[in-house]
């Protein structure tokens, strides 16, 4: 009965699938005839961009006394820490920063740190590295007094945390640079926005892991708290928050990461003389060399810190309060008379109190050298790829196959009977799968031959919309179907349309090589423990180098264009999925693999048959990142000429416009988070699945 | 034609900053708190900044240079949160300057005197793809010499970045060139290209401006236009007379206060001027010979007293 109703239902499915295909490509050949379907009419917007404007110029005129306060109290810890580091010897701070190392990863960490610092006082950079430093140093601590008050507060009253959750997806899915303009208007000007602006973007993830952390404490845990008789103060302190405590080492982590990528927007805002601006200014002369030695500091420090706090995060915990005050304070104190003991050699030694000029070296003109004789050398072969790609994938994504194709691009002049040949093409595979019985890729087939024969930009906006609303219900139902209609209808509504549909298609290419490329590697890297051990520092590079240092030597072959945006996209995107394939292939159960071994299984049965279905829900939350990546570098790509909804915020941003940019970010964040729900859908699907297939 | 409203107002402005009378030496400083100068991120830029604070000091004033975007500063400078910039270009500013203006909170103090020019450049070897340069005539019967596999037939420039608008396109446009402009991005990714393609030697052809220190590194020219009386209309000239574009003007901005508030300073500000020769020289050293800017414009300082003295007074 209930397998009767199955097939029912997934006929008719595919009818009206059929049936809106055929409505899709009925408004794109009548499009010619009512330029209504191509373009959304201007007049059917709201201009929401001036009552943004007009919202915020209130909050301006009423609030701004406030908020200047406020960034000028905050001007004083900042001032007095990046005091506090400038002032203190090189040869003190590092030694701290050894110690603390090795309190939080032992030797190899200790190593590690040494070496990084190392780096920074031979390049020259320790003031400016000083300087960065203490824009995190206070930003961090801000933003997880603020995460964890809010998290705290979501985690006892649930009507809080259901208005908190949507608001921190906006701000951390909202490009940092849509909301510049307003934290300019609010807070004014110099190194303290940069410091706001990192709080803002930084504290989501505290309040996150604080929630979880103090929700997951066990019952029992609790219980027993409250026999032996704890106050409601001391339950939560000492027994709940302790309990949580990893969990929520984890969101101080995760923060402190999230503080570091808003270094380099920080210096933006304008500031110190800090490490971002080193990055920035070299960037815009296009000096390799250089940027990329400022560059490899953040990622160092970034990596440093990262593994600090994990190290930290994840130790065990000492909960014995019966040794004494030295006892339990000796790595405080060893820490201390260490610094002391630097101090005072520096005093002697003037070497260690400022790195001698002498020791530094400048690689940057080697560096640039070889970049230039890569250029010359690589072009010729790496272009043939770029006009491949680009009259392949690219442009008929964007403008459609029967724009595409002429003498220039791909040697012959289009005629109908080659138009014949891509439908037989594109029906016949699709007939073939369904023969098959797998009618979702018949579908898939049909979809995306019509997509690429007209190009996303041709496809009617009524058309797409409709695709998009009955392929939302069937992947989640009424709830998605919903989703996606709010999210066309806000993308309209708000005149983002053109410029939203180029971002998807940018994005979407780069998406999809991100996945295949990234679950490749990582199923690689599973698989061989040596190929892990090399990727792993080229994606800790990949994800925490400010993604602009990429930008030059990809323009440098690649000139400006769509191709090296795409470039600075999937190198972004791309570690997500290498390291959720590796996680969830790694993570198989041992029974299972040796019951499969034990049952005949080859090794390449073993891997996709066993390995890889079981670790499809991972490689699925890999493709979610990568999504929420390649939107996220859109802004970035803007910086390489595309035209896409990243450069409208810059346009806002050039013209002091908060809400036109503002909109965009918006725009963005929906469709962030519009994927976000399809990814959580099918993941749900693929984990249904498995437990079908493995109950 | 909004161009020239704005050149109005700046004279205006500029003449009545001048009327007001003038201040003895010895009044100096007028308010010891410190005059914060916005320092950009290019070389020229820098170095207007760092000569104007050298000035101000051997004045007796207290100077702080405050390293600011090109962008927001001009939020900073009219609320009162920096004080002046000696050299912004009227032509990459936007609303926010132009509401300033309007509004007084920003002062424009007249021109720093560098001449700008802005056009599309290429490198030389291009002449000999394309022998009808450097007239813009030859672009027209050239452009697939110009052109990628993307933009054939039509020629390929590299234009200013989509933020500071769509002169190159209006150009392109109105005297019916074939070819596609690409919008730059940004000036990192317009030099990397430009950087890129020299060391291929493969065509190039981009909207650029002067003075820039990539000059004093790259050969490049310029492509020549018509010989025009007063400004250029970007949107209306012809093939066949076209005119190219109409140049940009360097000012030097203050804020509000700043006259009441130093005027001996702002006295100076007013008769500071900078030529296109200096600067390049004084770019070179920095940008060629890796020396601190602070260093270059206190040399330039110390060798040229005898023309700023005559700002002082």
Known sequence: MAEGRGAGSSLSGAVVWLALLGLALGLALLQVRFPVLHAYPADWQLPLGDWLNVLMQWLVDHTKPFFRFLSWVMGFPLQWVSDLLAWLPWSVSAVAAVLIAYQAGKRPLAIFTGVSLLYVLAMGLWPDTMNSLALVAVSVPLAIALGFGLGVAGFFRPRVERFLTPMMDVTQTVPAFAYLLPILMLFGFGPVVGLIAGVIFAFPPMVKNTIVGLREVPSEIIESGLMSGATPWQLFFRVRCAAGLRQILLGVNQTTMAALSMIIIASIIGGSEDIGWKVLSTLRKAEFGESLVAGIVIALMAMVLDRITYGLATREQDMDHDKGFLARHRFGVTLLAAMIAAYGLSLVVPALQVWPEGWTVDPSGPLNRGIEAFVIAAKPVLDATKNFVIFAFVLPLKIGFYKVVSPFTWGFTPTLWHAAFYVVLVVGGAFYARTRGRGGLAIATLSFGLILFFGLTNMTWPGLAALLIYFGYRSGGMRLALWSAAAMGFILISGSYDKAVLSVQLCGLAVVASFIIGSGLGVLAAESDRFSRILRPINDTLQTMPPFVLLIPIIMIFKIGEFSALLAIISYAVVAPIRYTEYGIRNVPKEVIEASTSLGCTRSQLLWRVKIPLAMPNIMLGLNQAIMFGISMLVISALVGTDDLGQIIYIGLSKGNFGIGFLAGIAMAVIALLSDQFCRAWQKRSEARLEGAYP | MKRMRLGLLAVAIT?????????????????????????????????????????????????????????????????????????????????????????????????????????????????????????????????????????????????????????????????????????????????????????????????????????????????????????????TQAKDTACGFAQAHVQKIQGREFATKWPAASAMMAKFTLTNTDQNAMILEVDQKGRPAEEVAAEWVANNEAIWSTWTQ
């Not at chain 2, 009378?21 to 009044?27: G, I, K, R």
């Not at chain 2, 400083?29 to 207007?48: C, M, R, Y």
């Not at chain 2, 394309?130 to 234009?159: H, I, K, M, W």
């Open chain 2, 15 to 235: 003449a009545l900053t001048l009327a007001t009378p003038s201040v003895t030496l010895a009044d100096v400083p007028e308010s010891p708190d410190p005059i914060k100068i916005a320092v950009n991120e290019w070389t020229g830029q820098v170095l207007s900044a760092n000569i104007a604070a050298e000035i101000l000091k051997k004045m007796g004033y207290n100077v702080e240079l405050v390293i600011a975007g090109a962008l927001p500063q001009l939020a900073a400078i009219g609320q009162g949160e920096l004080d002046m910039n000696p050299e912004v270009w009227d032509n990459s500013v936007t609303e926010a300057y132009t509401n300033g203006i309007a509004s007084g909170d920003i002062v424009v103090l007249g021109e720093l005197g560098l001449e700008p020019r802005e056009g599309w450049v290429y490198p030389p070897y291009m002449e000999e793809l394309c022998p009808g340069l450097p007239s813009y005539q030859a672009l027209y019967d050239c452009a697939q010499a110009f052109g990628t596999a993307e933009t054939f037939p039509n020629g390929r420039l590299v234009g200013y970045p989509a933020d500071w608008g769509t002169r190159d396109i209006d150009v392109v446009t109105a005297i019916g060139l074939p070819f596609n402009v690409v919008p730059g991005g940004s000036e990192g990714a317009m030099l990397a290209e430009m950087k890129g393609a020299i060391a291929a030697k493969e065509p190039i052809l981009m909207m650029f401006w002067q003075p820039h220190w990539i000059f004093a590194e790259q050969d490049l020219n310029w492509v020549e236009w018509n010989p025009i009386d007063g400004e250029c209309v970007e949107e």
